[in-house]
T-cell receptor, first 112, second 113 residues
Framework: LAKTTQPISMDSYEGQEVNITCSHNNIATNDYITWYQQFPSQGPRFIIQGYKTKVTNEVASLFIPADRKSSTLSLPRVSLSDTAVYYC?????????????FGGGTRLMVKP | GAVVSQHPSWVICKSGTSVKIECRSLDFQATTMFWYRQFPKQSLMLMATSNEGSKATYEQGVEKDKFLINHASLTLSTLTVTSAHPEDSSFYICAGFRHTEAFFGQGTRLTVV
C-alpha cells in the first residue's frame, strides 16, 4: 500500500484558497488518489478522486503531477464550515480495502 | 451519493456488558463493509473487513472474539463489542464501498463506564 504524508495541520482565513499537498512517493500504477473530509464526531465524506492531471468538481480541485508522487487538494474560498480534517488515500480501486487505509490527515482550521 | 446508516449514534454501557452497532447500506448492496475505530485526535484505524455470508477478516492486533462481526445480508453488517471495558471507549465507524467510492456511516460514540 502506498504510504501518504500530509501536513499535520494548516490554518487559513475565510475567503482564501487552501491547498493541501499529499506525498505518495511509492504510488503504484493502478492506484487512484482519493480525498475525504471529516468533521468532529462524524464519518468521513468523499470529496474528490483522481488518477492524473487535474480533476474538478463543485467543491474542490485535485492536481496530480505527471510523476503522480504527490497530489494537491485545492479548496477555493474556504469558509468557517470547511474546518475539518482532510485525508488523502491512495490505493487500487479494484480492491476496496486497499483504498481505505487512512494516514494521519491534515487538520484545517479556518479563521474568521 | 449513497447512504450508509449507522446505529446507534452514541451509547453508554457498563463495563462487562456487550454492545451491538448496526451498519446498513440504504440504497446499495455492500458485499463488503469496513469497520474502523477512531480515538480522539487520531486517524481512523481499520479493525476488520466484513464479508457478506462469510467470516470477517480482522486486522493484526484486533481480537476477533471481542469484536464480533456479522454480515448476514447485503445491506447489514453488525459489530458487537463483547465484555466491554473502559479502554474500548472510542468512536466506531463503518463504511461500504460502491464502485470506487467509500460511503461512511455517521459513527457510534461508545463510552464504557
Amino acid at each position: 500500500l502506498a504510504k501518504t504524508t500530509q501536513p499535520i495541520s494548516m490554518d487559513s482565513y475565510e475567503g482564501q484558497e487552501v491547498n493541501i499537498t499529499c506525498s505518495h512517493n511509492n504510488i503504484a500504477t493502478n492506484d487512484y488518489i482519493t480525498w475525504y473530509q471529516q468533521f468532529p464526531s462524524q464519518g468521513p465524506r468523499f470529496i474528490i478522486q483522481g488518477y492524473k492531471t487535474k480533476v474538478t468538481n463543485e467543491v474542490a480541485s485535485l492536481f496530480i503531477p505527471a510523476d503522480r508522487k504527490s497530489s494537491t487538494l485545492s479548496l477555493p474560498r474556504v469558509s468557517l464550515s470547511d474546518t475539518a480534517v482532510y485525508y488523502c488515500l491512495v490505493g487500487d480501486i479494484r480492491n476496496a480495502g486497499n483504498m481505505l487505509t487512512f494516514g494521519g490527515g491534515t487538520r484545517l482550521m479556518v479563521k474568521p | 451519493g449513497a447512504v450508509v446508516s449507522q446505529h446507534p449514534s452514541w451509547v453508554i454501557c457498563k463495563s462487562g456488558t456487550s454492545v451491538k452497532i448496526e451498519c446498513r447500506s440504504l440504497d446499495f448492496q455492500a458485499t463488503t463493509m469496513f469497520w474502523y475505530r477512531q480515538f480522539p485526535k487520531q486517524s481512523l484505524m481499520l479493525m476488520a473487513t466484513s464479508n457478506e455470508g462469510s467470516k470477517a477478516t480482522y486486522e493484526q492486533g484486533v481480537e476477533k472474539d471481542k469484536f464480533l462481526i456479522n454480515h448476514a445480508s447485503l445491506t447489514l453488517s453488525t459489530l458487537t463489542v463483547t465484555s466491554a471495558h473502559p479502554e474500548d471507549s472510542s468512536f466506531y465507524i463503518c463504511a461500504g464501498f460502491r464502485h470506487t467510492e467509500a460511503f461512511f456511516g455517521q459513527g457510534t460514540r461508545l463510552t464504557v463506564v
